[in-house]
């Protein structure tokens, strides 16, 4: 009897809370939720700051153009010291 109590509790607080998700929805100026994503910020794309996405789809646009830096293996990284 006790689980069916905190099971019903439980399914009414989800309620409320997806209830209130669907109304900032509704109240929001666009009407969909903000954009968090990195590529969604002005500042950090007047930065360069790309996310990780962003920054894999600009390389392999590199790669096709056989823009791609030759990378120079480093002699001292095996080395233990």
């Not at 399914?11 to 929805?25: E, P, Q, R, Y």
């Not at 894999?56 to 010291?81: C, T």
């Amino acid at each position: 009897m006790l689980i069916l109590k905190v099971f019903l509790v439980s399914i009414g607080l989800m309620a409320i809370v997806f209830a209130a998700l669907g109304i900032k929805i509704l109240v929001n100026k666009n009407g969909e939720f903000p954009n968090t994503h990195i590529g969604g910020n002005k500042e950090m794309i007047k930065r360069g700051i790309y996310c990780a996405q962003t920054w894999d789809k600009i390389e392999q646009k590199n790669a096709r153009k056989g823009l791609l830096k030759k990378l120079k293996p480093d002699p001292d990284f095996l080395v233990s010291k």
